[in-house]
């Protein structure tokens, strides 16, 4: 199975930052990752797919980079809107698999 | 408006079963790929697995934790995809979400992430 690391597990920020998360897969994937934004009570939103490619409807803010291993997702400016949690997903084999997740909180 | 919309959740015992199901309302699950993901209280995203189209020879493949004890079913005719979840546990406690998405293929491979997802059906399994 496809291992995902995500990091960090919880971020403080404040609202104009710039924010970077992480994600690591335990082998290479090529391009197939995505990037889900969910929050309380409700079902995850894709931002991201096929590592950099954003989906309709998504801010210019959110982008996505990396190929093979390593890969980012970056806000380039928090908005009130973006305190929530984010999933990197990898659909390259099954069992797909879900990073663990990164909090973005209020500082 | 496009939305999955699941039920059949709630509170069954441990070695118990329950069915859930997903129909798709103004979107249609034919030739459709539909994966089950669920989330255990203040945990993350866990996929428990998927059937592929009618079109594409309908297979399943699921996660390892719940292989042999939960069985994913389509009825097209229906707009309707089905969880039948046996020999429940605990740890099968969880909100569970039908989702969808766009299909890929690249030479015999297909890939699908997931940009339609349903509100989710709560299962307890408790004493």
């Known amino acids: 199975d496809i291992q995902m690391t995500q990091s960090p597990s919880t971020l403080s920020a404040s609202v104009g930052d710039r924010v970077t998360i992480t994600c690591r897969a335990s082998q290479s994937i090529s391009r197939w990752v995505a990037w889900y934004q969910q929050k309380p009570g409700k079902a995850p939103k894709v931002l991201i797919y096929?590592?950099?490619s954003l989906e309709s409807g998504v801010p210019s803010r959110f982008s996505g980079s990396g190929s093979g291993t390593e890969f980012t997702l970056t806000i380039t400016s928090l908005q009130p809107d973006d305190f929530a949690t984010y999933y990197c997903?990898?659909?390259?084999?099954?069992?797909?698999?879900f990073g663990g997740g990164t909090k973005v909180e209020i500082k | 408006e496009v939305q999955l919309v699941e039920s059949g959740g709630g509170l069954v015992k441990p070695g118990g079963s329950l069915r859930l199901s997903c129909t798709g309302s103004?979107?249609?699950?034919?030739?459709?790929?539909m994966s089950w993901v669920r989330q255990a209280p203040a945990k993350g995203l866990e996929w428990v697995g998927h059937?592929?189209?009618?079109?594409?020879?309908?297979?399943?493949d699921y996660a390892a934790p719940v292989k042999g004890r939960f069985t994913i079913s389509r009825d097209d005719s229906k707009n309707t995809l089905y969880l039948q979840m046996d020999s429940l546990k605990t740890e099968d406690t969880a909100v569970y979400y039908c989702?969808?998405?766009?299909?890929?293929?690249?030479?015999?491979?297909?890939?699908?992430?997931?940009?339609?997802w349903g509100r989710g059906t709560l299962v307890t399994v408790s004493s």
């Open positions: 103004g979107y249609s699950l034919n030739n459709a790929w």
């Open positions: 989702t969808t998405g766009p299909k890929t293929t690249v030479v015999t491979q297909s890939y699908y992430y997931f940009d339609l």
């Open positions: 997903q990898q659909y390259k084999s099954y069992p797909l698999t």
């Open positions: 059937i592929k189209s009618n079109t594409d020879g309908g297979p399943t």
């Open positions: 096929k590592a950099s």
